[in-house]
């Protein structure tokens, strides 16, 4: 009985071991993730989505994790290495929250509905509140956690544990996805910026043409109507587009950006 014991305590903390190790990715990864990582998420909220992430992906990665964790010099090495990669993975997730968020506000300044709304939590144009709600809303709808879960699993193939990603790599494959999400929140935002270019162009030749008329009392409230009936038409294929790409990055989130 007391062999019995000892067995089963070595296992217990030979597991232990390994879902600390897998904590350290997935808790740095927390603080950033798409949903889950945002500023309104209590912090114990956050603590317990990350143990139930340990949870589910631990059991799939021990083989890869467990042969870290038997020797102290292993352990301090995970405790830097997969924090590292954690934030990495985190950051590379959130990027496209930020192009939800850079696309908003390059409408809010097109459109003139920066003050629209109302805004709270991080700060961003109101516009951009509405666009991240939304988009997020969508991704959860979904399946956004069970594809997180199969990006934590992945990422132990490509970002072995006990080892920090090579300086190039992770220039290269940072610089390609932030450049990404500028592409992806500009192309969400063209139309506005289009037609917020065209009609400040007549509205001026309008002006030069009749001096007296007061362009300004007459072109604002246009502009304004004409953002909102636009926001109405574009966000639905728009939101849409961004999560065909979330679905891509999610399904080779280590591949080239495209």
Request: with cysteine; hydrophobic share 60%.
């Amino acid at each position: 009985m007391t062999a019995l014991l000892d067995t089963g305590l070595g296992l217990f903390g030979q597991a232990a071991l390994v879902g600390f190790v897998t904590f350290l990715r997935i808790g740095a990864a927390m603080a950033l993730l798409p949903g889950f990582g945002a500023a309104m998420v209590p912090m114990r909220v956050k603590l317990a989505l990350a143990l139930a992430f340990t949870a589910v992906v631990a059991p799939a990665v021990s083989a890869a994790v467990a042969p870290h964790t038997g020797t102290v010099e292993g352990l301090l090495t995970c405790l830097a290495t997969e924090t590292m990669i954690g934030l990495s993975l985190g950051l590379l997730l959130r990027l496209m929250v930020l192009a939800l968020e850079i696309a908003g506000t390059i409408v809010a300044q097109s459109a003139s509905l920066s003050q629209m709304f109302g805004s709270g939590g991080e700060p961003m144009p109101a516009i951009s509140h509405l666009l991240v709600m939304a988009g997020l809303a969508l991704a959860m709808m979904a399946g956004l956690h069970v594809r997180i879960a199969g990006v934590f699993i992945l990422s132990y193939d490509a970002l072995p544990p006990g080892a920090f990603p090579g300086a190039g790599i992770v220039r290269t494959w940072s610089i390609g996805h932030i450049a990404h999400a500028f592409a992806i929140a500009f192309g969400l935002a063209a139309p506005f910026v289009l037609a917020s270019t065209i009609y400040n162009v007549a509205l001026g030749s309008i002006n030069r043409a009749m001096p007296q008329l007061m362009v300004s009392f007459v072109g604002a409230p246009a502009l304004t109507l004409g953002a909102l009936v636009l926001l109405a038409i574009t966000v639905p294929p728009a939101l849409t587009l961004w999560l065909g790409t979330l679905d891509t990055l999610l399904a080779d989130p280590f591949g080239a950006p495209g």
